[in-house]
């Protein structure tokens, strides 16, 4: 072609076909070239293309590329008419070879595209009977193969009907691992939840070597919240799969769910050394080691997600987080970082949020009476906190304390009243109430009030330690006759 020009090369294929008179190939790369090439005359009408894919159509009428070359042809020449010909001619056929069927199907969706939505059921009717057909010419040694091969052609041509009836052959007939991978697709597609887990569950049984899928079995374990199954699938994916972050970081929260903080803080150490620089698992190991109540590491790892997330992840930093960060803070008495953490946590929590906000306006507030500081904006707090959400026994105590460190015990006196009122039943985390009632008494000059209630404060035991400890020392003060003047 490039040094003698298109008629030496045609004389070249022209003897190949002459050659190889048992094969289309020669035949089929005839037209391919002429196609290609056509003569440079442009008012020349050239035959050879149409001629050498006819005779290929009428000497090879069942070799599935002859179909695909005619039909390529004919498209090209926007001669489509003749293209459904050619097909019409592939369907009719007798062919028992499988093979032929999945090619001449393929060719079939050239001409009858089956992504054209408006002619999607007519196209899908003209182009499926080739795969049905591959079907039936399947043998037992090969059936397997085909049936899968069919199956997924299905689902790509958007019936999953019929990929899921032939999916569920495979899976009953041969219990084929990649049948009842689309399986679940297709169970799950269909919402259909109940077989889509059993699928899943098969698969994972059948192959637990495959890391993806034990991590899709984790992730519907934990859409069913079943935390305890979805760990053991994770720790498999873990160890099939080299471990992601994702995969760190989700299993962190299974643990942190079912209270297994010993195991939450070994996962939390091995992901830092692995991710050094990703903020979300210093954040989730902090977390680990407040729940251990290790308040010097929880720090620790809160200031190192904070460091890393500014730079590559700052929306880690919201409200939560330095809430989070605040109260472990508050627990070490660093009450000045503390206060800068959670008055962050307030400017950031969103508006509609209003449940969140007054808990952390309460919170500090309350720190702040606690250790005697910022006691007018303590009270600004939680009468902010209040407003928020009112009727709060947590948060009229903490109004009623307020009045209480400000020397106003017939105001704290009622709040802390109003507070009780609300208890509906008292619980063992109320006992804080009943004593600053006792309390509130006592200031009052009401000794036998105060003994009554610290008594019932005692008597609740608080499951917080340093409380039941200050409750139990108070009442031993105000049975002696010991005053509140007198102590302070």
């Not at 489509?80 to 010909?85: H, N, P, Q, V, W």
């Not at 069919?150 to 019936?159: C, E």
């Not at 041969?174 to 887990?197: E, F, P, S, V």
């Not at 109004?399 to 015990?409: D, Q, S, T």
Request: glycine share 4%.
């Amino acid at each position: 072609m490039q040094f003698q020009g298109r008629e030496a090369a045609l004389k070249i294929l022209e003897d190949a076909v002459r050659a190889s008179p048992r094969t289309p190939a020669p035949l089929l790369n005839l037209a391919r070239f002429a196609s290609t090439y056509p003569p440079e005359d442009l008012f020349e009408k050239d035959q050879l293309p149409s001629k050498a894919v006819a005779e290929a159509l009428a000497k090879f009428p069942t070799h599935a590329e002859v179909y695909e070359t005619a039909v390529m042809l004919h498209l090209t020449h926007n001669e489509r008419d003749k293209a459904i010909e050619v097909m019409t001619q592939a369907a009719n056929q007798n062919s028992r070879d499988p093979q032929y069927w999945l090619a001449t199907g393929h060719t079939a969706e050239r001409v009858w595209p089956l992504g054209q939505a408006e002619f999607s059921v007519e196209y899908r009717q003209r182009v499926a009977p080739f795969f049905e057909n591959a079907l039936k010419s399947a043998t037992k040694a090969d059936a397997e193969q085909i049936t899968l091969e069919v199956a997924r052609q299905f689902l790509l041509t958007n019936d999953p009907e019929r990929a899921r009836q032939l999916c569920e052959k495979l899976a009953s007939e041969y219990n084929n691992l990649d049948a009842l991978k689309l399986l679940y697709r297709l169970y799950g597609a269909a919402d259909q939840k109940d077989k889509a887990l059993a699928t899943l569950e098969q698969i994972v049984k059948q192959s637990p070597d495959d890391a993806e899928m034990q991590r899709l079995l984790a992730i519907e374990y934990d859409k069913l919240k079943q935390p305890e199954k979805a760990i053991v699938h994770l720790e498999a994916a873990i160890q099939n799969g080299g471990g992601e972050i994702g995969d760190y970081v989700k299993l962190g929260w299974e643990l942190y769910q079912t209270q297994k903080f010993d195991d939450m803080v070994r996962v939390g150490q091995r992901s830092v050394r692995l991710f050094p620089d990703h903020p979300l698992v210093h954040y989730q190991l902090a977390i680990a080691h407040r729940a251990r109540e290790e308040w010097a590491p929880s720090v620790q790892h809160f200031a190192q997600a904070e460091q890393f997330a500014g730079s590559t992840q700052s929306e880690l930093l919201d409200h939560l987080f330095y809430y989070q960060y605040g109260i472990t803070l508050e627990r070490l008495a660093r009450y000045e970082d503390a206060s800068r953490m959670l008055e962050k946590s307030i400017t950031l929590t969103p508006r509609e949020e209003a449940k969140s906000a007054a808990n952390t306006m309460n919170f500090l507030g309350y720190m702040w009476l606690d250790v005697g500081t910022h006691l007018d904006k303590a009270g600004e707090l939680i009468s902010k906190a209040n407003e928020l959400l009112p009727n709060q026994p947590a948060y009229i105590d903490s109004l009623g304390w307020f009045h209480y460190k400000k020397g106003n015990y017939p105001g704290a006196l009622k709040e802390l009243q109003r507070a009780e009122a609300l208890l509906q039943p008292v619980a063992p985390e109320d006992a804080e109430i009943l004593e600053h009632i006792g309390l509130t008494h006592q200031a009052l000059g009401d000794k036998a009030q105060a003994l009554t209630y610290l008594t019932r404060a005692e008597a609740l035991k608080t499951p917080d330690l340093k409380a039941r400890k200050r409750i139990e020392d108070e009442l031993k003060q105000v049975k002696v006759g010991k005053s509140d003047t007198e102590k302070k």
